[in-house]
């Protein structure tokens, strides 16, 4: 075989992987200032919200959690897949690869979108853009995470009313909801407390993203009174954990959870699934939101 047909053989067989075999239409690549398991939150957060305004149906097909996801949007009767790839540059930046297909129209997208600006493109590059410009206006006006680092939790007695099996999007809601009723009762007992209400996950479901979490107060010392109603008393012991500030809106609080995870899977530590966040504002009274603080700890696993 000549080196013209080796060479003509070569141009076919990418050819043809290019029209026939490549995952994407077409590829858009761009960064975010924070790490993968906050990125990966925001995308989740992005399908389920793009629904809502825009009338846009997103079904998650595949996800292999702070490294790839792959989901199916139906807008404006058109249909796309969509492959996001993250990778880490370092703790506080994220490559991502955002790759659009179309079915049935495949190859016609992949010969024209890269020379002309067709409607295949125009809206997957408004996709990509809206995501973008979204995902960081929320690190730069709704919340922050800081770097991780390794502790010891603190000590503490506590009061506590439970909740059970709440989405993660409604932890807030549910928080100001039994709030009330979690103070009235210590200080109906006459218990000295100490500090703001406090969250202890007692059940992470990451496939759901529901929650079962105890509404807690910290309290002077163990008691047991003899009560009826929802209060209940325990312990929080010291134990290693991982550790990161979270400023913002108690909203939007779980993505320090998932950059715990993250980094906890990228540096190999065994974790359990159990966030404890220790708030030092009151959203009642301090307003500006960006400089509420929050601990926030993934206790490693004994």
């Known amino acids: 075989m000549t080196a013209k047909k080796i060479l003509l053989f070569a141009v076919g067989l990418v050819a043809f992987w290019y029209l026939f ?3 994407s239409d077409y590829i858009i690549r761009f960064k975010l200032p924070t790490s993968p398991g906050v990125a ?3 995308i989740k957060d992005w399908g389920i919200e793009l629904g809502r305004p825009k009338g846009a149906k997103i079904k998650f097909l595949d996800d292999q959690r702070y490294h790839s996801l792959q ?3 139906k807008n404006n009767n058109r249909i796309y897949n969509l492959y996001w790839k993250l990778k880490p540059e370092n ?7 955002l ?3 179309e079915p049935g129209k495949t190859v016609l997208n992949r010969i024209i979108a890269p020379f002309y600006s067709n409607e295949f493109k125009k809206n997957i590059v408004q996709l990509s853009t809206a995501f973008k410009e979204g995902a960081e206006q929320s690190l730069s ?3 922050k995470v800081n770097e991780v680092i390794l502790v010891e939790t603190p000590q503490l007695n506590y009061a506590y009313v439970d909740i059970k099996n709440v989405s993660v999007f409604d932890k807030a809601e549910q928080m100001m909801k039994h709030n009330y009723e979690l103070i009235h009762q210590v200080d109906e007992l006459g218990i000295l407390r100490k500090g703001y209400p406090f969250v202890m996950v007692k059940n992470w479901n990451l496939k759901e993203n529901k929650i079962d979490y105890r509404l807690c107060i910290q309290i002077d010392s163990v008691v047991q009174p003899d009560i009826t109603g929802a209060l209940k008393f325990d312990q929080l012991l010291s134990k290693q954990a991982l550790k990161t500030i979270y400023n913002g809106n108690y909203i ?3 993505k ?4 715990l995870h993250d980094y906890a899977i990228r540096q190999h530590f065994e974790v359990d699934l159990e966030p404890i966040e220790i708030f030092h504002n009151n959203p009642f009274t301090d307003t500006k939101e960006m400089e509420w603080e929050t601990e926030v700890f993934l206790p490693l696993s004994q």
Request: proline share 0%; net charge neutral.
């Open 71 to 73: 989901l199916e949007l």
């Open 141 to 143: 006006n709704k919340f």
């Open 40 to 42: 990966y939150a925001l």
């Open 91 to 97: 703790d506080s930046v994220t490559n991502i690869t």
């Open 99 to 101: 790759g659009f297909k």
């Open 252 to 254: 939007y609080s779980d």
């Open 21 to 23: 075999l490549k995952q």
């Open 256 to 259: 320090a959870w998932f950059a």
